[in-house]
T-cell receptor, first 112, second 116 residues
């Protein structure tokens, strides 16, 4: 069974810092990997989708990388802002099957 | 990508009662997924709903507790039956991106359920 782990569980940084969130998964047979943002008590907003054949994806201040062979992905947030405060979830889509496997998330707080 | 309208956004319910959550998608989709997120936990898949067939439930979830309807390709409901405080969670519906996996998954805004 695919296990997805996110480190750290929580992170607090001052505004303006660059930061890295980590995601690891146990089974490298994935179709793609997706990063989401979740605000408290709310649904999920998709941030980036990386196909298994890709190494990275970028959107604005966000950059996600994927090393499928080692079972790792990172989400890099540049010049963090208080509005970035949220929980960030990593989810992998297995090569066989139809449902995402989620990590528990990293709770990020960016202080002014 | 698809846009999902989910309601209610939150509710406080008495134990022993039932709540039906609705998800409306702005385009036709083959599969819809229902997830539960318990406090402090990650998302767990409850079931997959295909139009015109019975939903497929994951281990630990049963139809009597979480009946699902999928009357057409744009709509689904999840009912949480005979609720107890342990059912207090965020419930989310999801669809895969159109066309297909290459566009990732889209989620509804979630239903925050508190059972008292």
């Amino acid at each position: 069974k695919q296990e997805v782990t996110q480190i750290p569980a929580a992170l607090s940084v001052p505004e303006g810092e660059n930061l890295v969130l980590n995601c690891s998964f146990t089974d490298s047979a994935i179709y793609n990997l997706q990063w989401f943002r979740q605000d408290p008590g709310k649904g999920l907003t998709s941030l980036l989708l990386i196909q298994s054949s890709q190494r990275e994806q970028t959107s604005g201040r966000l950059n996600a990388s994927l090393d499928k062979s080692s079972g790792r992905s990172t989400l890099y947030i540049a010049a963090s802002q208080p509005g970035d405060s949220a929980t960030y979830l990593c989810a992998v889509f297995p090569s066989s099957g139809y449902a995402l496997n989620f990590g528990k998330g990293t709770s990020l707080l960016v202080t002014p | 990508s698809a846009v999902i309208s989910q309601k209610p956004s939150r509710d406080i319910c008495q134990r022993g009662t039932s709540l039906t959550i609705q998800c409306q998608v702005d385009s036709q989709v083959t599969m819809m997924f229902w997830y539960r997120q318990q406090p402090g936990q990650s998302l767990t898949l409850i079931a997959t709903a295909n139009q015109g067939s019975e939903a497929t439930y994951e281990s630990g979830f049963v139809i009597d507790k979480f009946p699902i309807s999928r009357p057409n390709l744009t709509f689904s409901t999840l009912t949480v039956s005979n609720m107890s405080p342990e059912d207090s969670s965020i419930y989310l519906c999801s669809v895969d991106g159109q066309p297909g996996r290459n566009y990732g998954y889209t989620f509804g805004s979630g239903t925050r359920l508190t059972v008292v």
